[in-house]
């Protein structure tokens, strides 16, 4: 698994690849996301034959300043927890 995040002049952008396919890993990420406070405001991905998400997050008004950092450290988090869940 691989994950980048960028800092942008608002925000982020995360990229995040998996050479396989990964159900439900999504809704894992889009919940570290909604943890942290950041909006996604643009979105691509694929789920078919491997798993692709490359997204803009900016932080609510009110939330205070999180880096990039952390925002790796919640999406690392969220694909470690998906995947102690996918194996049981």
Avoid: H
């Amino acid at each position: 698994m691989d994950v980048k995040v960028e800092t942008l002049d608002k925000g982020f952008r995360i990229n995040i690849y998996s050479d396989r396919s990964c159900p439900g890993l999504l809704v894992s990420i889009l919940e570290a996301f909604e943890e942290l406070g950041l909006n996604v405001m643009d979105a691509k991905i694929s789920c078919s034959e491997n798993f692709s998400l490359e997204a803009i997050g900016e932080e609510d008004e009110e939330d205070e300043n999180i880096d990039a950092q952390e925002v790796k450290k919640a999406v690392l988090k969220a694909i470690k927890n998906w995947s102690e869940e996918q194996n049981g």
